[in-house]
């Protein structure tokens, strides 16, 4: 706080005491005191108010000073009126009395909204759930069916050689569980490749809505990650093998070679790391080149381990490459991709910091994009 401020908010105190001496001065001129012990009168006074004025500027600043202090050095702000400095102001408490009643009323609305946003969260994780139940059981009878069509592929085969039977014969297969005859299974061994290819399309879109399911949950869990993680010794290899299992139709389907060398174990949560490697394969399937690969190798540094994913994609331009981790940008290429949320990536960095990865992303336009996962290895940890 200034002088000059002070003293412009004290101006018309100021000028109630001048007019005061003025009209002392006067009336006591017109009585006959004489003029001397008058001039000394308002000297006095003038004195004395300018010394109750230092005094209250200097009371007011140290206060506000030590306030302004605790307003910095403190995180949570909102309990400024209860951590405000002692003062003997009636004007002070009763504006420390409107600030708690005004943080009260706004933690209470804070708190609504949290317990509003913990109980979506907390629906949304179930639901997810619920629908991971019949998302699996459609890839699991996929691959059921796939493996009787097989079956009726070699029954084909030697009902053909045996029997002479011609290609587009119906055959009829008895049901596995031993039901009655009238819900005998019947397959035309002339659909057979159909169907195969049929079941495989439908394993890829099953697989794209697990995707997108997974997407919506992680984001939900991605403000506590501290209530569902593990952090043990995971093997990088062996993660980056099964994050490449879960995409392996897709890989299958775009012709994409995967080579992984990777001999490094590090601390951490599997679960979570899985799911950033899986963003990471299908980005690289996304914005895939025409002889599409992925590469996955690891570095080892004195007090980290980096594991870097590299394609030989499309790359990312240099005028987007800072902002690829914003939530919802998708840059140049997420333009030409209509599917494109900008959500991966961005969650990808969220979850990297929240278990103390860093992650970062170098890339050329036109040739490819490394992205580069930093584990740290402390000192700390003793091997049992």
């Excluded at 933690?107 to 699996?136: C, F, G, M």
């Excluded at 004195?302 to 870097?308: G, Q, R």
């Amino acid at each position: 706080m200034k002088l000059s401020a002070f003293l412009r908010d004290k101006c018309l105190l100021l000028l109630l005491h001048l007019v005061c001496m003025g009209a002392l001065f006067g009336f006591l001129h017109i009585t006959g005191y004489p003029d001397a012990n008058i001039a000394l009168i308002c000297i006095f006074w003038l004195l004395i108010l300018l010394l109750w004025l230092l005094c209250t500027f200097l009371q007011r600043r140290r206060f506000f000073r030590e306030a302004f202090q605790i307003l910095e050095n403190t995180e949570e702000r909102f309990l400024l009126s209860e951590m405000l400095p002692d003062s003997c102001s009636l004007e002070d408490a009763l504006y420390r009395e409107m600030l708690r009643l005004s943080n009260k009323s706004a933690i209470e609305n804070i708190r609504l909204l949290e317990d509003a946003q913990k109980e979506y969260r907390d629906y949304l994780e179930s639901w997810v759930h619920e629908i991971k139940t019949p998302v699996s059981v459609i890839d699991l009878l996929c691959e059921n069916a796939k493996y009787l069509s097989k079956n009726t592929g070699g029954q084909e085969q030697s009902l053909g050689t045996n029997a002479g039977s011609s290609r587009g014969e119906t055959l009829h297969l008895p049901p596995a569980d031993g039901s009655s005859e009238d819900e005998t299974l019947h397959l035309s061994t002339a659909a057979l490749p159909a169907t195969k290819e049929t079941l495989r399309n439908i394993r890829l879109e099953n697989r794209k809505i697990e995707n997108c399911v997974d997407l919506v949950l992680y984001h939900a869990r991605s403000e506590a990650v501290y209530k569902d993680y593990l952090i043990r010794e995971t093997d990088l290899r062996e993660v980056i093998y099964e994050a490449l299992e879960k995409e392996r139709l897709l890989l299958i389907q775009h012709h994409i070679q995967a080579d992984v060398s990777c001999h490094e174990k590090v601390y951490t949560d599997k679960k979570w790391i899985i799911f950033i490697l899986n963003q990471m394969i299908l980005n690289s399937v996304k914005y895939r080149s025409s002889t599409p690969f992925l590469r996955f190798y690891t570095q080892k540094g004195k007090d980290s381990v980096v594991l870097t994913a590299e394609d030989n994609g499309t790359g990312i331009l240099p005028e987007d490459l800072p902002r690829i981790f914003e939530k919802g940008f998708t840059g140049s290429n997420g333009r030409d991709h209509e599917k494109a949320t900008g959500m991966g990536l961005y969650l990808c960095k969220k979850l990297c910091d929240q278990l103390g990865i860093a992650l970062n992303a170098q890339s050329e336009y036109g040739k490819g994009t490394k992205m580069l996962l930093r584990f740290p290895v402390s000192s700390y940890i003793v091997r049992g």
